[in-house]
């Protein structure tokens, strides 16, 4: 159980386009799903905290214009890279917090690698 | 400042050398405390979730324990599939934001 999806996998993409990666629970409804980015022998960083029919809450330093987040429904939620550029190249990993479930745990997708070339 | 470090930050084991990671953490009002697995490319793989001092939990050659600065993630007669890096965040105060540490890179040589 408490299995996160997330479409695609990796993705390679022009500067000046937009990417659009999805984040879905599988077993379990999420009120909460979050965003996070790893660089190369990091530790993950916070970038959203998306609610289900809300606007996200960003973290200090992220654009929100830049990366769009929406949480349509209570098994997903995107991300959406606009106008990506090559310092935007990143792992980027969503995890849900499941509804009246185990309590605050939050389980995490298998990650996007994003290549902007 | 709630803040989470993690010791050591490599660790080599031989096959069934058994061993422990460290997490220590500061934070107003733990509401919990995680471990995850993450393999190389991969997202993290949840393990435990411990919410008071003196908890224990056990998987399969894992076992987590908690006191109140710190936990301890126990593990038994590795194998190499347990290579990986193990991830240590806690929860706490009004926030619902995981603060990581910065991780323990295990390999474990046959």
């Known amino acids: 159980g408490a299995v996160v999806s997330q479409h695609p996998s990796w993705v390679i993409c022009k500067s000046g386009t937009s990417v659009k990666i999805e984040c879905r629970s599988l077993?379990?409804?999420?009120?909460?799903m979050f965003w996070y980015r790893q660089f190369p022998k990091q530790s993950l960083m916070l970038m959203a905290t998306?609610?289900?029919?809300?606007?996200?809450?960003?973290e200090q330093g992220v654009e929100k214009d830049k990366f769009l987040i929406n949480h349509a429904s209570l098994t997903l939620s995107t991300l959406t890279v606009t106008s990506a550029h090559p310092e935007d190249s990143s792992f980027y990993i969503c995890s849900a917090s499941p509804v009246g479930g185990y309590q605050e745990t939050q389980y995490f997708g298998p990650g996007t690698r994003l290549l902007v070339l | 400042e709630d803040q989470v470090t993690q010791s050591p930050e490599a660790l080599r084991l031989q096959e069934g050398e058994s061993s422990s990671l460290n997490c220590s953490y500061t934070?107003?009002?733990?509401?919990?405390l995680f471990w995850y697995r993450q393999d190389p490319g991969k997202g993290p793989e949840f393990l435990f979730t411990l919410y008071s001092a003196g908890e224990e939990k056990e998987k399969e050659r894992l076992k987590a324990t908690l006191t109140k600065k710190e936990s301890f993630l126990h593990i038994t007669a590795p194998k190499p599939e347990d290579s990986a890096t193990y991830l240590c965040?806690?929860?706490?105060?009004?926030?619902?934001?995981?603060?990581f540490g910065t991780g323990t890179l295990l390999a474990v040589q046959p």
């Open positions: 965040a806690v929860l706490g105060g009004a926030t619902n934001k995981l603060i």
């Open positions: 077993d379990f409804q999420a009120t909460t």
């Open positions: 934070v107003s009002g733990l509401r919990g």
């Open positions: 998306s609610n289900e029919g809300s606007k996200a809450t960003y």
